[in-house]
């Protein structure tokens, strides 16, 4: 389905979204990771240096996934990788790293942080977190109408960053089909207003709220983690998966439809990424700069389960019973 088509039969429309047309041109990188290990830190700035960014000056928050801690289940972005992207950020000359998160199902924020190891990578590093379902929220309007809210009350952290890089694990899951980077980004949603996980917006539509979500806090860069992944019963009780690759992403959209190609999927049947090619990103390859490693090469077919599979793409080199 072309991009006119898909706008025309979309599923919930902005009421404006003239300042957010794609770019012309996206850029994904995906980078070949076999392991979690020192060398993340290489891959990682190896990989940044090909968008040839400029963070010089700037305040950057990293916004991995840390929903849970689950002994034996690769729910969270591993903190290594976390660790590394910090790193390379201040190499790269910000003016400030932090990492912030509300985690969706664990109140105890710092018990995650302890027990994913999180905290002494944080720690080893020299690097702040700012946990998100508690920070001081400002009122941001929204630009899109796809919940029917007119507002999201957000975390001064996200809100005053220059840059926010969404640092998801790759995952399938058990309502979104997906979550990816723009999933990821229900972390920002302060888990003391809306609920836990975050129930207000789950009840105004997963979909609908992460374009609004999306929408009211831009995601400047992508970096995720797909060295070990998730599928089947994801986003907690899926099985691990290794894919081996870490992606990096100008346009979260380009990112996402890469990585749901990477696993097998077809992006074009998941609503909210639909959606969001109309406006917010580019959905199509053609207009996706591939850096890195070829999707075609890495590709894998990742279990779903049974009422996702419609997204499954059937005739797939490398397919795995």
């Given at each position: 389905m072309g991009a006119g088509a898909s706008c025309a039969a979309a599923l919930f429309r902005p009421k404006s979204f003239s300042k957010h047309q794609p770019?012309?041109?996206?850029?994904?990188a995906i980078l070949k990771a076999d392991s979690y290990s020192a060398r993340l830190d290489e891959i990682l700035m190896q990989g940044l240096n090909l968008f040839?960014?400029?963070v010089r000056g700037k305040a950057i928050l990293l916004k991995?996934?840390?929903?849970?801690?689950?002994?034996?289940?690769?729910?969270?972005?591993?903190?290594?990788?976390?660790?590394?992207?910090?790193?390379?950020?201040?190499?790269?000359?910000?003016?400030?790293?932090?990492?912030?998160?509300?985690?969706?199902?664990?109140?105890?924020?710092?018990?995650?942080?302890s027990e994913s190891?999180?905290?002494?990578?944080l720690k080893a590093r020299k690097v702040a977190f700012v946990d998100l379902n508690r920070d001081e929220l400002i009122k941001i309007p929204l630009e899109s109408g796809h919940t029917g809210l007119n507002y999201l009350w957000l975390p001064r952290a996200v809100v005053e960053a220059d840059v926010v890089v969404s640092m998801p694990k790759i995952k399938t899951h058990h309502w979104a089909g997906v979550t990816l980077s723009m999933k990821n980004m229900f972390g920002i949603v302060p888990g003391l207003k809306y609920g836990w996980p975050k129930n207000i917006l789950h009840w105004k539509g997963i979909h609908e709220s992460i374009m609004d979500i999306c929408g009211s806090i831009p995601i400047g860069l992508v970096i995720a983690d797909g060295v070990l992944c998730m599928e089947g019963n994801g986003p907690l009780h899926g099985e691990a998966r290794k894919l081996g690759v870490?992606?990096?992403?100008?346009?979260?959209?380009?990112?996402?439809?890469?990585?749901?190609?990477?696993?097998?999927?077809?992006?074009?049947?998941?609503?909210?990424?639909?959606?969001?090619?109309?406006?917010?990103?580019?959905l199509d390859p053609r207009r996706i700069l591939q850096l890195g490693e070829r999707v075609e090469e890495l590709r894998q077919t990742f279990q779903v389960l049974p009422e996702f599979s419609p997204l499954l793409q059937h005739t797939l080199p490398n397919q795995r019973a």
């Open positions: 770019p012309a041109i996206s850029r994904v040839k960014l400029d991995p996934n840390l929903v849970e801690y689950l002994p034996g289940k690769e729910v969270n972005t591993h903190p290594m990788l976390v660790g590394a992207a910090a790193e390379c950020f201040l190499r790269l000359g910000a003016k400030s790293v932090v990492v912030g998160e509300g985690p969706g199902h664990q109140r105890d924020t710092e018990f995650l942080l190891g999180l905290a002494d990578q870490i992606v990096i992403g100008d346009d979260p959209v380009a990112a996402d439809a890469t990585m749901v190609r990477l696993i097998g999927l077809r992006p074009e049947r998941i609503p909210y990424l639909e959606q969001a090619d109309c406006f917010r990103g580019n």
